[in-house]
T-cell receptor
Framework: DADVTQTPRNRITKTGKRIMLECSQTKGHDRMYWYRQDPGLGLRLIYYSFDVKDINKGEISDGYSVSRQAQAKFSLSLESAIPNQTALYFC???????????????FGDGTRLSIL | AQSVTQLDSQVPVFEEAPVELRCNYS??????LFWYVQYPNQGLQLLLK??????LVKGINGFEAEFNKSQTSFHLRKPSVHISDTAEYFC??????????FGKGTRLHILP
């Protein structure tokens, strides 16, 4: 089983609909992240959470919201989807820095979201 | 503020030839550097990381990278590529360990 699981893997929906993307992890990591990937733009951070009570905006949080329901679960919502939110969305997890050293992130397989 | 520049959006290479994927970074403090690989229809996987110590870092699948502080570079190399190396490669940088900033990616095309 995957350590970081995203559901759904694919979703097509219409403009104005509310969408929720879910992420669950079995790695026991405190830190969780949501990114979107667009061709030629790499990965851009939407929101991140360092523990259940901590939520932080990333560089492109407008139009998105998140909920950290438990250490293992971090969901991303689009309250009213618009076509330019069509993208590949990734959830990632990591440990906090250890000995002052940054730790790598572990990614899910992504959710491909198309908004018509 | 930290940033990452991947100088090539696409790199075509013949099978069994060597390859270098370039990455330059900017940061005002100590940096931690990563290379990730994304195979088609998959998430990103860690290839290798530089946190401290030896500037030559070896990763999975025969890849290695060299941290060059004076040139602010962290280029990825492989002496002989295989068709299975076809993927997109992302360089990433972190400074205080709070967030990782990703480059825009380099698509590696292996030619038969």
């Amino acid at each position: 089983d995957a350590d970081v699981t995203q559901t759904p893997r694919n979703r097509i929906t219409k403009t104005g609909k509310r969408i929720m993307l879910e992420c669950s992890q079995t790695k026991g990591h405190d830190r969780m992240y949501w990114y979107r990937q667009d061709p030629g733009l790499g990965l851009r951070l939407i929101y991140y959470s360092f523990d259940v009570k901590d939520i932080n905006k990333g560089e492109i949080s407008d139009g998105y919201s998140v909920s950290r329901q438990a250490q293992a679960k971090f969901s991303l919502s689009l309250e009213s989807a618009i076509p330019n939110q069509t993208a590949l969305y990734f959830c990632a997890t990591s440990d906090p820095p250890m000995g002052g050293l940054s730790q790598p992130q572990h990614f899910g397989d992504g959710t491909r979201l198309s908004i018509l | 503020a930290q940033s990452v520049t991947q100088l090539d959006s696409q790199v075509p290479v013949f099978e069994e030839a060597p390859v270098e994927l370039r990455c330059n970074y900017s940061s005002s403090v100590s940096v931690y550097l990563f290379w990730y690989v994304q195979y088609p229809n998959q998430g990103l996987q860690l290839l290798l990381k530089y946190l401290s110590g030896s500037t030559l870092v070896k990763g999975i699948n025969g890849f290695e990278a060299e941290f060059n502080k004076s040139q602010t570079s962290f280029h990825l190399r492989k002496p002989s590529v295989h068709i299975s190396d076809t993927a997109e490669y992302f360089c990433a940088v972190s400074d205080r360990g709070d967030k990782i900033i990703f480059g825009k990616g380099t698509r590696l095309h292996i030619l038969p």
